[in-house]
């Protein structure tokens, strides 16, 4: 087994799986250091009736918990969608290594709606975007159709 | 007495001077339904070890919670500070009705930085600022002195 980007984001695809089994907009999110993974998060904006519970926002508070740190510098993160702008903003404050996401979000995508990554963050787009993007194209097909 | 915008913010910033005593950046935030406080926030990104741990991301949790809804169309939130990206993307989501905030923030600050609050949500700014700005200014000198 490689611990490459696709291994690892596919590990974020089965975070995104589990907030899909819940009914939740697909999205999910692992934290990595050294190859291991330290934090997981899914959305769960539905279940904790919480606008702010984005998959990356549980995982990056979950992150710095676990090394008992703020700041992520050491860290990657995996996300199945780009991020918006709140999670933009806190990757952001958590100076965070790396960010890698798979697919775009031209709508509420940080690149779209504003805000930014810190200036040292290396960023990586597009793994296992196909994936990702039809978790999501499937969820709203589904909701549409109800 | 009257519950006016200089009331709330008032509020606000008996939150920012909570932040301030556990030696934390001084802001602080009320969420406001019908004249009535529903949630206060302080920041605690220190304490917490969470740098999502921003008094407007507490506060819009702690509301939600409260009203049981994700959404806070009828509320008005009172900060301290103009919100960072993270938290403009908090508010955003929230669809929050109206946000008044005190200072501005020429650097982090959402206007500079990036970042959009819903279109719906009415903007206030510039509520007893200079008791706001002064202080942040005041704890970062002293920061600086130690």
Known sequence: MEYNDVYFMRQAIREAIKALEEDEVPVGAVVVVNKQIIARGHNTTERLNDVTAHAEMLAITSAANYLGVKYL????????????????????????GRVVY?????????????????????????????VCSDLLKDFFRKKRIR
Chains 1, 2 share one sequence.
Do not use: V
């Not at 996300?79 to 100076?95: K, N, V």
């Not at 775009?104 to 787009?125: A, V």
């Open 73 to 96: 510098n050491d860290c990657t993160i995996y996300i199945t969608l780009e991020p918006c702008s709140m999670c933009a903003g806190a990757l952001f404050w958590s100076q965070i």
């Open 102 to 130: 798979g697919a775009s979000d031209e709508k509420r995508g940080f690149i779209k709606s504003g805000g930014e990554l810190h200036p040292k963050t290396i960023k990586t787009m597009g793994i296992e975007a196909e």
